[in-house]
């Protein structure tokens, strides 16, 4: 599970430099919080340090029209997506930046008076097009590992046995699914799994893989059952069909708005 860390001392290394010296970032940065593993509570002792965030796109660019979109660092695995960038993945129920907004309270290393407003808007980007990002991504690692269940394994397949990887994959497909269950059927984003911790583990540990390194039957039935629990949640969800384009608009008029006149602090 996650570990205390201390997030100043982590954040004050050198490498790290450039989360205060780029333009686009330093103090425009209102959202920064922890990605992979250490985010979804299935790191190990050889978990790395991922980092997630959002920074406010400046006067320049609001009034320009501009976007930066991202600064990604592969160094230390952090990514900071631009304020409208950001906003256009959630409105999609994107995987990869919907788990921002889920994270436990000790999970976030930064959160500033426009980030809590993020977060308390989470409801805004929540629409049955999780269904569907959740879902397809779910299909695609699904159709991997099926794939890769004979001896024709493709080379992604070869590629994720050779590092001893192909358990953690799995594991991420279910770990995705049982997320996806939350927004549809509670509406809300939990990006730490701690209720199916133990499960997740299993599967990221190779107990569901066979001597040699495929998926056994039971773990199929496994993602099966949840497949099927994922279409009656879909079908069931009390989810708009698609989130308040308005609302989210109107959201961030607000905000950009605020960063031209200068009248908040970021």
């Known amino acids: 599970m996650v570990m205390n860390m201390d997030f100043d001392e982590i954040l004050s290394a ?88 889920g994270l436990n309270p ?14 308390n808007n989470t409801g805004l980007f929540l629409s049955q097009r999780a269904a569907k990002s959740f879902g397809g991504y779910a299909d695609r690692q699904l159709h991997m590992l099926l794939n890769g269940s004979d001896s024709s394994m493709g080379i992604r397949n070869r590629r994720a046995i050779q590092h001893n990887k192909l358990g953690k994959h799995s594991m991420h497909l279910v770990r995705l699914m049982y997320m996806c269950f939350d927004i549809l059927e509670k509406g809300v984003v939990k990006t730490c799994r701690e209720a ?26 496994l993602v099966e059952d949840l497949r099927k629990r994922l279409e009656y949640a879909a ?26 006149c200068g009248e908040v602090a970021l």
């Open 235 to 260: 079908a069931n969800t009390s989810l708009p069909p698609e989130p308040d384009m308005k609302k989210i608009e109107d959201f961030v008029i607000s905000v950009n708005a605020r960063v031209v």
């Open 14 to 101: 050198a490498e790290y430099d450039f989360l205060r010296d780029d333009e686009r970032l330093g103090d425009n940065v209102i959202l920064l919080g922890l990605g992979g593993s250490l985010a979804y509570g299935t790191n190990n002792e050889n978990s790395d340090i991922d980092i997630r965030g959002c920074a406010v796109n400046s006067r320049r660019e609001i009034l320009l029209g501009r976007d930066f979109e991202q600064v990604s660092e592969t160094a230390t695995d952090t990514v900071v997506y631009s304020f409208k960038k950001l906003v256009q993945l959630l409105a999609n129920c994107n995987p990869n930046t919907i788990e921002l907004l």
């Open 196 to 221: 199916e911790h133990g499960l997740l583990m299993d599967i990221r540990s190779g107990k569901y893989l066979t001597d040699g390194d495929k998926p056994t039957p039971e773990f199929f039935e």
């Open 106 to 119: 000790d999970q976030y290393i930064k959160v500033t008076s426009i980030g809590r407003e993020l977060l």
